[in-house]
């Protein structure tokens, strides 16, 4: 198992920026996919971004391509997602999630992950 702890959240007018931090408990430079999700208040949890673990491919969700971007950084354990642009409805917890991938075969399907952080919490101001 992998401890996430996200960070970074806050408020913010919307056009704004944040950038969220995920910093593992473990080493996550061989082999693992990482991902952002986030669940607005009343609704499922979401894809938001993944990024494999060789940092060549990354995915996004419509809502957010263009405005949001995930990284990675191997030698600090820790995965970014700078938002951009942001707007009312991007208000949600945001959560990172971690699997082991070496194939590098895992979707954006949130119960392809099996470690999760316990989320940080965006609120963009209208």
Do not use: H
Not at 42 to 51: L, Q, S, W
Not at 86 to 102: G, I, M, S, V
Request: a neutral charge.
């Amino acid at each position: 198992q992998v401890q996430l702890v996200e960070s970074g959240g806050g408020l913010v007018q919307a056009g704004g920026s944040l950038r969220l931090s995920c910093t593992a408990s473990a080493r996550i430079f061989n082999g693992y996919t990482m991902a952002w999700f986030r669940q607005a208040p009343g609704k499922e949890r979401d894809f938001v971004a993944t990024i494999r673990w060789s940092s060549t491919n990354t995915y996004y969700a419509d809502s957010v391509k263009g405005r949001f971007t995930i990284s990675r950084d191997n030698a600090k354990n820790t995965v970014y997602l700078q938002m951009n642009s942001l707007k009312p409805e991007d208000t949600a917890n945001y959560y990172c999630a971690a699997r082991f991938d070496p194939l590098e075969r895992v979707g954006s399907r949130e119960e392809e992950f099996d470690n999760w952080g316990q989320g940080t919490q965006v609120t963009v101001s209208s």
